[in-house]
């Protein structure tokens, strides 16, 4: 099959492009760098299907970055039969700047002028004809958004596939152009590839280039001293460099028609930038649109209209009987909108999901079920074990999606490049650029894309730290251990409020982050912070289908997992607690004697300082395999809950009354566990800092390990999980039940880290 | 006059007439189109004063004051 | 034991020992088990790594 690869600067449009011509959903945003990997697609309208592959940007062919090298060398080294060179006719100069770049390599190419659309919409104009004609490349005016021009690109690119191009180069005219001809000539004798691309990478000094071609190194330094420029001496970097803007500025930027020929134009994002990035107000604005976020998402009383306008509950109105429940059909329907308080929209469809839809459903299952005259255990395996554990983590889809469609809108606008622009300063503190803010973000989804996205970040030590501190930033999967338990808290102890438990949860996650980074910073990756250039994309209305391609992908994704792994997991945990040692089928009231608690219950200890281990008693192991089946997947660990609360509330003598097991929060279940084991509110707690900053889940885990490169940085790193989590946690829960061990524990940090600080003073001084 | 470019004033622009400093950074700074004879706008400063942002080549572009030093211009 | 039980103890079993082997052969594969949806979080890595596997071999049969 023939190959066509995507090429072009960061932004362009490539991913879109992509997308409209495969009909892949691949993942699009508004931010330069969310392609950090080749991939593949077929478009079928040619006379041949064409493979197309989605490369990720480059601002030149002189790599900076680990995903800007990929790039590079697929077009070397791949050979595709054409590249396809977006161009973002509104960022004309920077993206030709690249174009030069690949016309020097021996590879048929077309250039597709990309955001037509919008440039006309500012009153410009471009002559694509004239730009063919200068360039001597095909040139395609297209709206990969809008899907115009793509078949006559694919047409063009598939007539240039035919054709062999050599390379040619806009150096031609400089200064420089007889000693790339000599190195030229030279590498030709070699049989070299590329000739000419080679040639001009090598007198640029180009890191890569010079490493491979070490032989031909002298010859060049020959050629070099036969040279001498006015301006810029022997720079050849910047020659090179400024030979191509001259060129391009020159020759090509007038195919481009300004409407105003004021040189710096004001457009509308930099009207809304002035706001939206204030000097004073950037920050403050950053934190408002953070808490709306989590407003809109968790709030039972939405913009406290409940409290403002002193609205009456369900039953003062009358609605909810004597036994709380809801006197029709429709007022339930009411009770998911609205109690005392609006709800808002995250937890409206939370209601909807849960009380309408799979609480009916799954409870019409289960009673299925039990009424069909299967024995006990079958029941309880279908009931318990499958329906219980896959329900309880299926509920919590709603508010993940609900999360996730504000980042979305956040990165599809264009507003996450400037929170990298606002919080840059912050961030080199804490010895990162501002760039290491988006793959933390990404983690609040899912640590994996979070930790692919790091490949943004130039600085390997950087890239190690973020990825370590990434699963602190609590990912959707992490979500329903906090509002589970947070809920049974307030329910079971009726002290605090979940919602500021659970920001309380989110925001020890960031500090353990910044700590973390901190002193990895000042020990074991210690180095120079990072340069931070970075292009800000110009504001955009998210784009609605793309928005529904991210929610519905992100829905597929979780669903098959509930069904994969989860529903195994959950089926070897009920195995292993309704089975003793010698395959007896044991009832729920003995999970005491199962295998499950033989083998936990010798780990049990070594939680005992986090303060859920030895002192919870007999059935405090409970915890334990939550916390260990939280390691495959964090999903594990509310589903184990449900599992196991149903037998808890079997446990002979259990007094809970009004408590609904089957509830599909986890709650209750929570509940039961905290009434057998009667587990404390610090060590509950604990247990939540210990699941979100431990070892995330076999995925991010095999992710780290791809990305870190090394095998010791990966083993450090899995260290890493265990020690913070294993210390934050036992913090936390020593402080919750003592709190004069705050004082040991802030005497304790300071003391690691003055030594830090003193350490590298005199590491310094000694330099 | 010349100064570089990390001691413009908002709203002060430019023409680039060196960019010196380390080699990775000179080669991103000349890729993004920071090279000799390009115009330069600075737009903003960072809500904490430090990035900056600019205007080259009718983008916006974001650098740290020390990125911004490697640049000289002069000034309009 | 009714047949209805055994056939539960089959499709457990099977449900367990397929997610089970499924990520055993992906790991063989150098595949990472990538548990979100690679295709929504612009990665890729199981996906482009698979088929890359699969056009070697095309062009190694190819004769060039």
């Known amino acids: 099959m023939i190959k066509f690869a995507l090429a072009g600067n960061p932004n362009c449009g490539k991913t879109t492009l992509f997308n409209s011509l495969t009909g892949s959903t691949a993942h699009v945003g508004n931010w330069p760098g969310v392609t950090v990997d080749k991939r593949e697609g077929i478009y079928k309208k040619c006379e041949e299907p064409v493979s197309v592959i989605d490369l990720p940007g480059i601002y030149s062919l002189s790599p900076y970055t680990p995903e800007e090298v990929i790039a590079r060398k697929y077009i070397l080294d791949e050979k595709p039969d054409c590249v396809i060179n977006i161009v973002d006719a509104t960022n004309l100069e920077r993206n030709l700047y690249l174009t030069t770049q690949i016309m020097e390599i021996d590879v048929p190419m077309v250039i597709a002028l990309n955001m037509i659309d919008a440039l006309e919409k500012a009153g410009d104009k471009i002559d694509a004809k004239e730009l063919e004609k200068r360039l001597n490349i095909p040139v395609v005016k297209i709206s990969a958004l809008k899907e115009q021009g793509l078949d006559e690109l694919m047409k063009r690119a598939y007539e240039a596939s035919k054709i062999e191009r050599k390379g040619e180069t806009v150096l031609g005219e400089s200064a420089l152009k007889h000693l790339i001809g000599d190195v030229r000539i030279a590498l030709s004798g070699q049989n070299v590839e590329n000739p000419l691309f080679h040639a001009v990478k090598l007198v640029e000094g180009d890191e890569l280039e010079v490493s491979a071609h070490k032989e031909t190194l002298p010859m060049i330094d020959e050629f070099k001293k036969t040279f001498k420029d006015d301006v810029f001496g022997t720079d050849f970097e910047a020659l090179i460099a400024d030979g191509r803007y001259k060129y391009i500025s020159g020759k090509f930027s007038p195919v481009l028609k300004r409407k105003s020929e004021a040189k710096f134009v004001e457009s509308r994002s930099d009207k809304a930038d002035k706001v939206i990035t204030h000097r004073v107000w950037g920050i403050p604005i950053f934190l408002l649109v953070l808490f709306a976020i989590f407003h809109l998402t968790f709030s039972e009383n939405f913009l406290y209209l409940g409290s403002i306008f002193n609205l009456p509950t369900l039953e003062d109105a009358g609605l909810i009987n004597a036994e709380g429940e809801a006197i029709n059909y429709g007022v339930r329907w009411l009770a998911c909108i609205y109690d005392g308080a609006v709800y808002s929209p995250g937890v409206i469809f939370n209601n909807i999901w849960n009380d309408m839809i799979v609480g009916e459903l799954f409870g019409f299952i289960q009673g299925g079920v039990e009424n069909s005259g299967m024995s006990e255990w079958a029941t309880g395996l279908i009931n318990n074990g499958i329906i219980d554990g896959v329900s309880s983590v299926l509920s919590f889809l709603p508010w993940i999606l609900t999360l996730f469609l504000f980042f979305s809108i956040l990165e599809d606008s264009g507003y996450m490049a400037r929170i990298a622009f606002i919080l840059d300063k912050m961030f080199r503190k804490f010895g990162l650029s501002g760039r290491a803010f988006m793959p933390m973000i990404m983690g609040f989804g899912c640590s994996v894309p979070a930790i692919i996205n790091t490949r943004t970040l130039a600085d390997e030590k950087e890239r190690t730290a973020t990825i370590r501190v990434i699963p602190f930033f609590s990912c959707g999967a992490k979500l329903p251990i906090l509002t589970a338990i947070a809920g049974g808290i307030v329910a079971y102890f009726g002290v605090g409020n979940a919602d500021i438990i659970t920001y309380g949860m989110y925001l020890l996650g960031i500090l353990t982050a910044v700590l973390s980074v901190l002193i990895m910073r000042g020990t074991t990756l210690k180095g120079e912070t990072p340069p931070f250039i970075m292009e800000l994309p110009a504001y955009h209305a998210p784009q609605f289908k793309n928005l529904m391609l991210h929610l519905w992908d992100k829905t597929k994704h979780f669903v098959k997992k509930a069904f994969t792994i989860i529903i195994a997991s959950t089926i070897v945990i009920w195995v292993l607690t309704h089975f003793s040692f010698n395959w007896k089928y044991l009832a729920d009231e003995q999970i005491n004697q199962s295998i499950m608690a033989g083998i936990s219950q010798l780990f049990q200890p070594i939680f005992t300082p986090l303060g859920f281990g030895s002192q919870l008693g007999e059935y405090g192991w409970v915890f334990v395999v939550g916390a260990i089946a939280g390691l495959i997947a964090k999903e594990n660990v509310i589903a184990t809950f449900a599992t196991l609360g149903a037998c808890l509330v079997a446990v002979a003598g259990l007094d809970i009354t009004g408590l609904d097991i089957n509830s599909e929060d986890g709650i209750d279940a929570v509940r039961a566990m905290i009434q057998v084991t009667g587990i404390g509110v610090p060590g509950l707690i604990a247990y939540i800092a210990f699941n979100m900053t431990t070892i995330p889940c076999f995925a991010a885990v095999a992710t780290a390990k791809a990305e870190l490169g090394s095998k010791s940085r990966y083993k450090l790193t899995l260290l890493f999980w265990l020690l913070t989590s294993y210390i934050v946690s036992s913090l936390v829960y020593t402080v919750g039940s003592w709190p004069w061990c705050a004082v040991l524990w802030a005497a304790a940090l300071a003391g690691v880290i003055a030594f830090i600080v003193v350490r590298n003073k005199n590491v310094k001084i000694k330099e | ?76 | 034991m009714k047949l209805i039980e055994i056939l539960l103890i089959i499709v457990a079993a099977a449900i367990v020992v397929s997610v089970a082997a499924v990520a055993v052969i992906n790991r063989k594969k150098g595949r990472n088990s990538c548990g979100c949806d690679c295709s929504s979080c612009g990665c890729n890595c199981c996906a482009s790594k698979t088929r890359e596997a699969k056009s070697d071999d095309e062009t190694k049969k190819l004769p060039q």
């Open chain 2, 1 to 76: 006059m010349n100064k570089p470019l990390n001691e413009f004033k908002v709203g002060e622009s430019g023409i680039v007439k060196s960019v010196s400093g380390e080699g990775k950074i000179k080669r991103r700074l000349f890729d993004m189109g920071i090279t000799n004879g390009a115009e330069i706008l600075l737009r903003k400063k960072a809500p904490l004063g430090d990035p900056i942002e600019i205007t080259v080549r009718n983008y916006e572009l974001t650098l740290r004051k020390t990125e911004a030093a490697c640049v000289n211009m002069e000034v309009k």
